[in-house]
């Protein structure tokens, strides 16, 4: 058994490494990839390094754990607000912005249309065709002031 070890040679993990990394082009899963890359690792430092056989599995068996955490951090998916930083928060993207009523706001509520939607507000008395800022949102009730 030891003599089979033993007999592994630097080209042996190479050809095991590429081989492992061509399967996970058949069967992709990111698994063998990192094992494949684990045996090039270690038949790479085998070139430059004359390692025994009990130490180029121990740096395999290394090499293929640290690949675990690694390929975790590296594809931890990184949260990106600039692409879409309103996506489900439609009613937040009107904080701020002015508009016009169309219908007056009697008793401090109302409705105002925003594109296709009819908006609830809450706010003091205005008369239609004045210009209001949505100052606040709840859900789908808006704030306004005059602008």
């Known amino acids: 058994m030891t003599d089979m070890f033993v007999s592994l040679g630097t080209w042996n993990w190479l050809i095991l490494g590429f081989l492992l990394m061509a399967l996970e082009v058949l069967a992709p899963g990111i698994f063998l990839f990192w094992l494949g890359l684990a045996a090039l690792l270690v038949g790479l430092i085998s070139f430059a390094v004359v390692v025994s056989w009990q130490l180029q ?11 675990v955490p690694v390929w975790r951090r590296l594809a931890r998916p990184r949260p990106d607000a600039s692409v879409s930083p309103f996506l489900n928060k439609r009613s937040e993207a009107l904080l701020g912005r002015e508009f016009t009523l169309e219908k007056p706001i009697i008793d401090g509520s109302g409705t105002m249309r925003i594109g296709d939607t009819v908006w609830r507000v809450a706010g003091p008395d205005t008369p239609a065709g004045t210009r209001v800022k949505v100052v606040q949102v709840d859900g789908a009730n808006l704030t306004v002031a005059v602008a």
């Open 57 to 67: 599995l121990v740096m395999f068996a290394v090499f293929a754990a640290a690949a």
